[in-house]
């Protein structure tokens, strides 16, 4: 099954969007901090069902345009939706396989983010993303 990793500490911004996100059959998994980011991705099996990583930047220790550096490096087949902090531009991040949305983005709007996200991106090993309908 496709997953999505959702990066994000704030807990109620999080259910927000993994309730958003699973309306459509997304399957979710979530990691408080980039470290939760980190040994997720080490786990056997996991990076190879992930379709897209959504990150809020409002995390604790590493975060900002460094966590995306990093998720870009152990993953690189695998594009970012970055959701910014307030005053953070999309300038700030220039790779291709990355989408910025404003700090303000809400539930309904991060979902329509994601769908536009991947119905335009392919991964390099594979075809067009789209929720599965389990």
Partial sequence: MSTILLVDDDPFQAYAHKVALERE???IERA???SEAFIRLDEPGF???????????????????AIVTELSARVPRVPIL????NGET???Y???NLRFLPSNT???????G???????????????LVPSRS
Avoid at 82 to 85: D, E, L, M, S, T
Avoid at 114 to 128: A, C, Y
Wanted: net charge negative.
């Fill in 32 to 34: 408080a901090d980039a």
């Fill in 82 to 85: 970055v959701i910014g902090r």
């Fill in 114 to 128: 994601v769908k536009s996200f991947l119905s335009n991106t392919r991964r390099v090993d594979g075809p067009k």
């Fill in 47 to 65: 990076s190879q069902s992930l379709v897209l990583i959504v990150v809020g930047l409002r995390l604790p220790g590493l975060a900002g345009p």
């Fill in 106 to 112: 809400s539930a309904d709007e991060l979902l329509d």
């Fill in 94 to 96: 220039t790779d291709g």
């Fill in 90 to 92: 999309a300038s700030e």
């Fill in 25 to 27: 059959s997304f399957n």
